[in-house]
Nanobody, 115 residues
Framework: QAQLVESGGGLVQPGGSLRLSCAAS????????MGWYRQGPGKQRELVAV???????NYADSVKGRCTISRDNSKNTVYLQLNSLKAEDTAVYYC?????????WGQGTQVTVSS
């Protein structure tokens, strides 16, 4: 069964950048659609970005132009590059993998944007 482990979060100043990683176990990573979600304090979980197994991407309006999702199927890893970070980007970021009726979530990584 697939397992997802996020990393790369931390404390960054407004305007800074972070690159999050999500490493997937197993040999079927390349067939999954991958997404990044986030949940800020007192807020509901929301979609940040998604990338299909064919590399098609979509982004939430709140991060469009500041965010890039990518994947390296040879490493079973999906990335989220966050630039020009704002305080409202502060959240726990979660990785999700889905294929057909299979769905997996990572444990999350904290991103804090503060001066």
């Amino acid at each position: 069964q697939a397992q997802l482990v996020e990393s790369g979060g931390g404390l960054v100043q407004p305007g800074g950048s972070l690159r999050l990683s999500c490493a997937a176990s197993g040999s079927i990573f390349s067939s999954y659609t991958m997404g990044w979600y986030r949940q800020g304090p007192g807020k509901q979980r929301e979609l940040v970005a998604v990338i299909t197994r064919g590399g098609i991407t979509n982004y939430a309006d709140s991060v469009k132009g500041r965010c890039t999702i990518s994947r390296d199927n040879s490493k079973n890893t999906v990335y989220l590059q966050l630039n020009s970070l704002k305080a409202e980007d502060t959240a726990v970021y979660y990785c999700k993998a889905v294929r057909g009726n299979s769905l997996y979530w990572g444990q999350g990584t904290q991103v804090t944007v503060s001066s």
